[in-house]
């Protein structure tokens, strides 16, 4: 007859006394406050798996916990459970790289299996941290079934066999599953190449080879008889969907972690710039691991929001008088950075004079250069433009102040101008009424390049000399 399941953890936090028993029969519960037990039998010591922490609940239990996602930690229920009450022992902290001395992470929320009844029924149990957990990559928790006689790893936190020794070693061991069941599996006996659990390793866990991948297949629950002769763990397969809900969408699947916020910056327009009442937003976001969407905020409203890059924002139809303008990108994982600039809204933008001054300035060899213009605005040169970008209609002749767009997003150019392509770029231009009805043909193009004279009017292509692009002029829209 098997000898009576034992809870592995629940060590006291008091102070210890000298010249006992490494392993006992009793049952391990919080008012032994004096004994001490072995960790991980024939374990070695175990400086990987930086996810695998310590846990301390109600400065009374002493466990083993593994770091499943960011902030969410995998571990057994009578970790975080007063035998005597059944409540939830407060508080209960995770340890970043052992105790004493690791870095603490304290719970928000403590769940435990709802048919968890002592033993090692539903043993298991999620601890959610009050913040991602820096620097450490979380452990990935499988959800295919494991085999008996599979090799594994066993980790956990247990007190050393050395009565010198203190709680918060980590070790680990190598095994063999000897039985399974629908929610449980066995590691029986320990010998020189074989290692099992013991008190103090509870809810740490049992890794096992997933497709090339390190993946946690198992959580220490009880042991039977003295230390090595008996160790039973929670299935994580059997409990994936509840540990998955648990985790409220924090549970590691694989892949980068994303543990760095994006960074966002407002291209153009510029800090104080003076526009007209339609003009484009430009924003460039990046992410360690990825950026999923731009929000664009106009005077804490939102206006818009793009999920893919080039992050470009059509404005029109704006009062006159002074904005606030934000983008706001968002990563993977939730987190997120802002840029916020002002700019101020005039009927024409400013514009570069057209005549000279009626009093030349005050020195003439350092004369004051005038404020760039917006769309439309009479340019000889970009440097006269807002956007950087002076264009020739080469309908009229005249020479404007352009800007880039988005064909693919209705009215992005001003009223009376149209986005035409050009290569994986696109700029605005005139639309010049030279057919009847709704047969409008854009014979009107831009060239950004060198302003000398007015080009020849071209019958195909005219040559973005700035982009060194080439863009189709006559265009339905």
Known sequence: MRPTLKRLNLLS???VIAVLPACTDAPILVDEAGHRHQAIVNGSLDTGHPAVGALHSGNQAACTATLVGQRTVLTAAHCVLDPDTGNTLQPVNFYVNGFPGGTKYTATAVVTHPNYSGGNQSDIAVVRLTQDVAGVQPMQVTNTAP???ESVLLVGYGLPAEETGEFGTKRQAASVIGKVTSTVISFY???ATKGNTCNGDSGGPTFANRGGVEMQIGVHSTKGGVCGQEGHDMRVDAFYQWIAAQAQGDLYVGGPVDQAPPQVQILNPLVGAVLGPAFNVDVKANDDVGVTHVVLFLNGSK?????TAPFQFPMKN??????TIEAVAFDEAGHTASAVISITVKL????????????PPSNPTTPTPPDPGAYGATCSKHAQCQSGLCALDTVTGQRFCTSLCDVTVTDSC????ICQPSGDKAVCGPLHNELSGDDQVLNGGCSVGGLSAPPTRPTGLLLLLGLGLLVVLSRRR
Do not use: Y
Request: proline residues 14%; aromatic residues 0%; charged residues 10%.
């Open 189 to 191: 006996g320990a010998s």
């Open 303 to 307: 206006i818009s929001e793009r999920g």
């Open 414 to 417: 001003p009223q009376g101008n």
């Open 13 to 15: 936090l008091t102070v």
């Open 147 to 149: 085999t008996m006689g």
């Open 348 to 359: 024409g933008g400013t514009q570069p004079p057209t005549t000279p001054p009626d009093d």
């Open 318 to 323: 704006l009062t006159n008088g002074n904005h």
